[in-house]
Structures are given as C-alpha cells and as structure tokens.
C-alpha cells in the first residue's frame, strides 16, 4: 500500500526552525467526575424543564464533582492517563501547565498541588487563567518552551470544578455548567509538524459580561459580599453569545489563512463546548460539512479550561482523530479571550 502522503500547507514556524524544534501533542487524557445531574435532576432545584435547557443549549447533563474532590484531583487524574497513553512516569515531566478559573486556593497554584500528586519532583509549575480559552493558551505557553528546547516534555492541563462558583440559584446559569479535567503531553516528534500555529486573543473592555465579582482584591470577601452572592459567577448570555460567534469564527478562519489551508482540509473541528447554538453558527460560518465537527456537549456542558481537551481526548480515543490529521481547536472565553489552534497529529 502506498503510503498517504503529506499534506501541503506553509508553516509559519519555518523561520524559527533554524533555532527551534517543532512541536507536537504526544498524548492526551481527560477525566469527569462520577456524578451525573441531568437537566431532569435540574427541574427539581429551580425554574426550568429539560426542553428549554435542550433547545436553547443543547445541553442533557453535566457531571458534578464530589465535594471531596478539588480541581488539582479532578486535574491529576486526567493527567496520569494523558501520561499512561504516551508511556511516560512523572518524573519524566520537565513543566506542568495547568489553565483554570476554579484553582483550589489563591496559592500555591493548582499546577503545584497536581505536581505533588503526579510525585513530578523535578517539574516547575504555573497557573494560567484565561477561562475557557485557557487550554489553547496554555499550548502555545508550553510549545515555546519545547521550541526553544528549554524543556523536552510539558504537561499541559485544562481543569475545572465549576460546581464551586455556579449559583444553584440562577436557572439562566446554572444548567450550563459541569466540572472535568483534561491533559495533553507535549513532546517533539522527529518528522512531524505538530503544532502547525497557535493565536490567542482578548479584549478586556467585555471583562465584567462574564466574571465572577468578588474574591480578588477589588471585592475580597466581606460578609456584604457574602449577602450579594458575588463569589458566583454572572454573566450576560446575550452579549456573551454575540461576540463568541465572531471571536472564535475570526480565529479559526485566521489560523487556517496562516497555514494556507481551507476548511477542507481539516478532518476535525474541535470547538469550544459551551452552547449548541454557537457552536452550529460558526460552523456555519466556517462553511463546515456534516461530520467535520466533534460535539460532546450534551454529556458534559461547558467545563471552561477542560472543554476542548476533554473534547480532544474523546475524538483520539473513538478514532476521529487519526495520525497525520489536521485539527482544529478553536475556544472563547470570560475575559473576554479566544484562542484557535491548527495540529497535524
């Protein structure tokens, strides 16, 4: 048989190879919490019925953390199979890169308490928080540290526990989200491409459509507060939904016009899972053919930080995704931030 032969596309990291190594996801992994909460579980804490939840978002269940269970767990985890699947131990890990709005404290980072679990002695490890385009983020964060050969293997991980800053009391946002972890390892792989380009965005003036108010040292917490639920996170559907359509439709379209690449030519589109509707308008947007989408949105809701690589990981694991497949990932986020990605796996 002979053998399939490369896609043609301009790197745009060329001009740094004379100094720079090219990139490559090795291997994923992802982890959900056990507890299921169905938009039936739903109907039974506030205002709403399983037939709005759907059809406005798309969304059947989400999975629920324990309370025992923090973010760096739920983060651990998904990075010990991401870890098993490339055939790598910890101490094999030269940084951990861990992308979250739910740390387990203010300090240290969440990236070090995942760092003690994994027994990644010799690892250094940081936080990102770039909410739900954190993943994309912290891939371009730790291809640079590859590229420029400071580090031969990073760990680069998504997690969130969204149960934590939800308000079980607002119905407009608390069917949207569920908690997860997700894990990439990043190595180079001699022969491949890899990360072909990363972009990453934000406007800053949109901060207060999607926050959470209090906790930080504008609003630390008081019992005033307290008594105004501002350590929940709130949020503006409307405006949210308008600029994440254009955000992460401009994104996907510049890193493919950076590659010289057309829709195409990817085998699988990897979006932010936060809403049905956003996700079908960009797709629409990007002229996108049936199939070339993975959605897992319906089991999972939006997990921020853990959305796109939960969703990568599902897409290896069924087959979607094959050796020698362009992929792109592409996410929004509270910031407002937005990233996009284009991988040859």
Not at 10 to 30: I, T
Not at 155 to 161: N, S, Y
Not at 214 to 220: D, H, I, L
Request: proline residues 4%; neutral net charge; charged residues 20%.
């Amino acid at each position: 048989m002979n053998p399939q032969p490369r896609p043609v596309f301009k790197n745009p990291r060329a001009q740094y190879e004379f100094r720079g190594r090219p990139c490559s996801v090795v291997a994923v992994g992802s982890y959900t919490p056990a507890r299921v909460l169905t938009n039936t579980d739903l109907e039974k804490m506030v205002q709403t019925s399983d037939e709005w939840i759907t059809t406005r978002t798309g969304i059947k269940e989400r999975r629920i953390a324990a309370s025992d269970e923090a973010t760096s767990d739920l983060a651990t985890k998904a990075a010990q199979r991401a870890l098993a699947n490339a055939g790598l131990q910890a101490e094999q890990i030269d940084l951990i890169i861990v992308a979250t709005v739910t740390p387990d404290m203010l300090f240290p980072s969440t990236a070090c308490l995942v760092q003690e679990k994994l027994g990644a002695r010799r690892a250094a490890a940081f936080d990102i928080e770039a909410a739900c385009s954190g993943f994309i983020y912290a891939l371009e964060i730790g291809q640079q540290f590859i590229m420029s050969r400071t580090y031969d293997t990073v760990l680069v991980i998504g997690a969130e526990k969204l149960s934590s800053i939800v308000d079980w009391q607002d119905r407009n946002t608390c069917v949207l989200f569920g908690d997860g972890a997700g894990a990439a390892v990043l190595q180079n792989r001699p022969g491949s491409h890899g990360l072909l380009t990363v972009l990453m965005g934000a406007d800053g003036s949109k901060g207060s459509v999607l926050c959470v108010p209090a906790g930080g040292s504008r609003n630390p917490a008081s019992p005033a507060t307290l008594a105004q639920r501002l350590h929940y996170l709130r949020m503006d559907g409307r405006e949210t939904f308008k600029y994440a359509v254009s955000a992460m439709y401009n994104a996907a379209r510049e890193v493919l016009r950076r590659c010289e690449l057309s829709i195409d030519q990817i085998a699988c589109i990897i979006p932010h899972q936060a809403n049905r509707r956003i996700i079908d308008a960009v797709a629409e947007r990007l002229n996108a053919r049936p199939g070339q989408l993975f959605v897992n949105l319906e089991k999972y809701g939006n997990t921020s930080a853990a959305s796109v690589a939960i969703a990568l990981d599902e897409a290896v694991a069924s087959g979607r995704i094959k050796r020698g497949d362009l992929v792109l990932l592409v996410a929004f986020g509270g910031g407002f931030t937005w990233g996009a990605a284009v991988i040859e796996w």
